[in-house]
């Protein structure tokens, strides 16, 4: 492998080549940015060194932080969330407190899984410096998940630096930029999906909230936006489905997985079938309570069943939600808070945007991510796009 | 056994004898109608028949309700609810609808494990023909728990009828007469708890919400209520902790139970030792999210931790929660709602008030509950009380 | 209407129109009672008689019971099991129960909303009546789980009687009569899905268990069954999703629903969008551990996305598994206990089959239910047949 | 403040001072080392330096390793494990993968809320090290759980280095020295509860299985251990309960807290009542399924209401089980798994051991702890020991 090679650059999005997921509409970017004081920012590490103890080996990883409002504020000012979890061999960093308090109060890193230590520690170091109450008043418990890179990088050194989680933070913005760097990227750089190179995908969708007699009201105001972010790094290659279509089926039949390789000693079962995980962020700027956005977390596992998961017993299925919608105070004023929310049975259009998003942001991760070469000369090949047109069109599912 | 045996009175309440459990201050009748809107119901079902096929045997068991505001009205405007499960040995229908909607759209029915289907279906029969839209809109799913009281009385004959749910509901009355009437009687005349006789226990606590400085808000209007209904029957003598003192042990030590007894077939191992469950319900004149209310429900194991029980393995201890504090209408106008509700870090005082209400209402059971003969001359004594008050008093736990 | 109206026959199966959804085998009747000890009962309700006081009004309802091994002996003898709530608008008595326990000791009823009390009722006083310990040694907690079919039945009065339930039970028949009836048939005789006709689906998977390297162990013996019973009573039209394909939206851009209707009161809003529920019953004979059952149970929410759900505000999506690979002893002889069961690592296509065969289980559902007229006038057509596999076909999913 | 300051030595456990706790009898050094294949290892870091930039400040805390038979060959060969959360406000690093798995495979690491990051890293540095598969075949996910010690702790500066989890890990010892170092040790240096100087804490029972009839199986081979150990740091001093004597509402009548103080500018609301939190670890030796290790950890709660705990808003009461009794392997050979494990109708004793052994541990950590001084001069006093002996003597609780 040459010491100059460099993570692939991101093709076009699914959309983009007239893929059409789901019935609502999407938001200016397709993104999770979409969602009002939302921000992603990445930190991708590429590294082709020797492994120890002369250099830390082939890192393909990263990190990547979900930032809502700003991350020196939120400890004083949380956002209501949620979490689910649909096969839990994984970790969050935090889940314990988001599902007793309902509270995100730091940015939500995502990063490889044995480098979750790290992040936490620096995501604390970091922001001990800008908020001086941290420590004082409260214990900071930053939010931090993961999913397994460790069949393309070298995971047995943790390839992630302090200086790596500042940069993914810092370098987070909204969408003024447009739709966040999506594939290769960030904590997305390794992972593989479908046994195919997966990584970072991203999807939104506006939202009427509809009544359950299907009208909805009539007030302009009442918009709001359900964006998803994920990692995907899970499922197997025969059981991937592509806006139905059996894609992956397709492709074993072609004698797929054409690549594959690597080393010898590599090659003989390095990888177990479903070693991965999928972490999926949602996020909107409806007002949800708590238990509302549990609900909301809930349906990215129906998401991720459209496109072909089974939840492996390996795989770590863990989703959080989380809404800028309105703020919950660290130290409020009074002994009751007034809150506005949307109404328990306006929530079905809410549920389906985060269905049809995740669907798509999964997808989308396998249309943008391109092939990597990795660890031990270990290729995980990206989806062949036109292959994969060509039975879209076949089965009339191209726009 | 004579045909003209009635259920015992009930005996003088704990609190009327001196044990002060806890350190909170009571609500006027220290019981769960002290919070606003709530009302309790009985209806004792006491027959010394023969058995099948010439009669319906020997019942002692019976119905009771806990209606929140009317039971009409409750399927058009909800309250608030919360669940939670210690051991689930036991059934409280309508439990995941509480868990996944946090609310209660009918009166809430306790009985025997075995009849907690006719209550649901006389529930039914009964609110619908004073609800039109049931059915019509939606269904209505009746919340009915349920303890085991088979060893006192006949249960393989299911001994309520339609007109005793009727008559529970009915007869529901809030705190204009003082406490509900305890002990033997309604869901708890067949009951046994720590091997004595058990059967309805109540308690009730003054709040005035604390922040996390240990200062309260000045405020005269910040004072609730949170009131404790159980209905008990579960538990080891041995383990039996009134106050804290160990008055089981020294019951066993005693030589108790020197009663027992009943016809030699009847005798032998007629009782697993943790055969039992409690179901507790929990209301509060504070308006409480349904996830705090969840978690308020979970605080009432922690009291009954403190009478002795270790959640046996056949136990059933399941925690219904809600609040009068405010109204979750089926049908509301608008697609967003505003409401009030106790700030997250001003909630311990409540938590405090579920915990020492429960302990008390369990001990307040035990206090009142007098011996119960049933099925097969099967003799549950009552908590002997004299011995039991020179044992706290001995230990300085009198006022 | 006329009085001598009758269910519908069953219309053909999916599979033998073609239809071939997910990548393993099915067992031999493609139906639940392709697990071994596993029967399926039914008992439909159809009556056409004025409303109250005169009559009883429309009926369109049933009770559906699968029972493991003989109804009377689960007491005894019990099965693991496990229990997964996707949304939990709904109720299965007895699901705390199997969470705590993980064992099922009765037969699993299936039956309208309103009327699962009175079915609780009927199973516990078939059941003393068979077994002398019930009541003695302990109570017996039968399992019972409800969909709304509110639509087209006039469910303000319970239409069951205790004889429905003993004729369900006491017909139920395993494998040998083929695949059980399916449709419009016990519980699912008025069931709405997709805003067609629904009821009772069902469908199975032949497992042989794959190590995490995906490799098989080599045992012939090492072949499992996993079946799957479902009672459909979900979902938006235009979300229906057939093997993929976007049935309907294509129906909807048709004009459908083309009918409908009935009298105009009953027709304004009679129906919400989403007023239904999914049980779904996963039986295997594999000998799984209770833990094993939840997880596998949980999976059945994935097989529901495929078709089009997003378990909406209003479902109950209830998930029960059991398996007849083993027996729980009631009365264990000793304080150990030694089990075999399928090894965690072995799971995945376990979880694979309990998708795939969920999927099925709705879809097929929809192609043997045919149109039924319900109370008021109010008709829930039958999924257009030709229509549907014109769409399959067009987009390369017939056989 | 002295530069030579150091951890006050041990006081004497409570037992030793005549405190009789629960029914059961202790293990052979009434700690978790009792139980077969147990050890644990301290690592104190107590520093009196000047804060940032010169120095790292005051440091009052550490870290706890408690090792299920070896460290480096946990990953290969798993423990059977479950855990509990009573009230979530807090973190322990893996126990999502314990709940879905039911297996843990490294040692269980306490420290500093703000620390957990920097011990995950070190473990998996010590083990990846040690250990050849990590990371090839799997990733490897420590658990590490917190309180927050930031009232006597500079916790703003993570206190704990690499060196120090190695130290704690490496120097883990099981029952040949007696029971471990115990109060103001590892990771309970720093920690308070009931508002008086907590730590670690532990007791053991020796549990006969038990029917639900009663009676003991008839073999000696039929006993087993349970061992806790108790990371305390929660509670309101008032509120503090010991052997079921009101300790501290006496204390609180007193005049207490005597002491507290520190500068003046700490001394204002430094610390909310209840900041605290309470991990709780139960060991084994029994053979228990994932599943019933889960419920065994949910006793660990009633155990804490017995010392007053009311699991405040602000508290992390989470619990870990695991058992030694057998393994659970990485790589099993077979696709099924043969296990002995106990009857559930035999857990009673077991669940009635883990309340028990949780209540001494907890009393014990506050018999152990002398005070400590901290950062910025804050004081937290150690449980007045003579006045505690003489209530307890008062009301007849002393053996």
Redesign the interface.
């Known amino acids: 492998m040459s010491p100059v090679s460099q993570p692939p650059a991101s093709r076009p999005r699914a959309r983009d080549l007239g893929v059409r997921i789901g019935?609502m509409p999407t938001g200016a970017t397709n993104s999770i940015v979409d969602v009002a004081d939302v921000s992603v920012g990445h930190r991708t590490i590429w590294r082709d060194e020797p492994g120890p103890p002369s250099g830390r080996g082939t890192a393909r990883t990263g990190v990547t932080a979900i930032v809502p409002f700003r991350s020196a504020e939120l400890f004083a000012r949380r956002v209501p969330a949620g979490a689910a979890?649909?096969?839990?061999?994984?970790?969050?960093?935090?889940?314990?407190?988001i599902?007793?308090?309902?509270v995100i109060e730091s940015p939500i890193m995502l990063t490889?899984?044995?480098a979750?230590?790290?992040?936490?520690?620096?995501?604390?170091?970091g922001l001990?410096e800008r908020i001086p109450r941290?420590?004082?008043?409260?214990?900071?418990?930053?939010v931090?998940a993961?999913c397994?890179d460790?069949v393309l990088n070298?995971?047995?050194?943790?390839q992630v630096d302090a200086g790596d989680v500042d940069a993914a933070i810092d370098g987070a913005v909204g969408s003024v930029r447009g739709a966040p760097d999506l594939g290769v990227v960030g904590a997305g750089t390794g992972m593989v999906c479908f046994e195919l190179k997966g990584g970072i995908g991203t999807a939104s969708r506006v939202v009427r909230?509809?009544?359950?007699?299907?009208s909805?009201?009539g007030r302009a105001a009442?918009e709001y936006r359900v964006g998803i972010l994920a990692l995907t790094n899970f499922g197997w290659l025969?059981?991937l489905?592509i806006?139905?279509?059996?894609v992956g089926?397709a492709l074993v039949d072609d004698g797929w997985p054409v690549a594959g390789g690597g080393t010898a000693e590599a090659d003989v079962?390095?990888t177990?079938?479903?070693?991965g995980s999928c972490v999926v962020v949602v996020a909107t700027d409806a007002?949800l309570?708590?238990?509302q956005l549990e609900?909301l977390a809930?349906?990215a596992?129906?998401?991720?069943?459209?496109t072909g998961?089974?939840?492996?017993?390996?795989s770590?299925e863990?989703f959080l939600a989380f809404s800028t919608g309105y703020r919950?105070e660290r130290?409020?004023p009074?002994?009751?808070?007034?809150?506005?929310?949307?109404?328990?049975?306006?929530?079905?259009r809410f549920?389906?945007a985060a269905?049809e998003a995740t669907e798509e942001a999964v997808i989308d991760a396998l249309f943008v991510a391109d092939t990597v070469t990795g660890r031990d000369g270990f290729v995980v090949p990206g989806l062949p796009v036109d292959r994969t047109l060509g039975l879209l069109r076949?089965?009339?599912?191209l726009a």
Chains 1, 2, 3, 4 share one sequence.
């Open positions: 019935l979890v649909l096969n839990g061999a994984g970790e969050a960093i935090g889940i314990t407190t599902q007793e308090w309902g490889s899984s044995m979750i230590g790290r992040v936490y520690d620096a995501v604390i170091a001990v941290v420590g004082i008043d409260d214990a900071l418990l930053p931090v993961e397994d460790g070298a995971s047995r050194v943790v909230p509809l009544g359950r007699d299907g909805a009201p009442d025969e059981r489905t806006d139905g279509v059996r089926q079962h390095v177990p079938r479903e070693r007002p309570l708590p238990h609900r809930r349906r596992g129906l998401g991720l069943a459209r998961s089974t939840a492996g017993h390996g770590g863990i919950i130290d409020p009074a002994a009751t808070t007034v809150t506005t929310h949307v109404t328990d049975s306006y929530l079905d549920f389906m269905v076949a089965a009339g599912r």
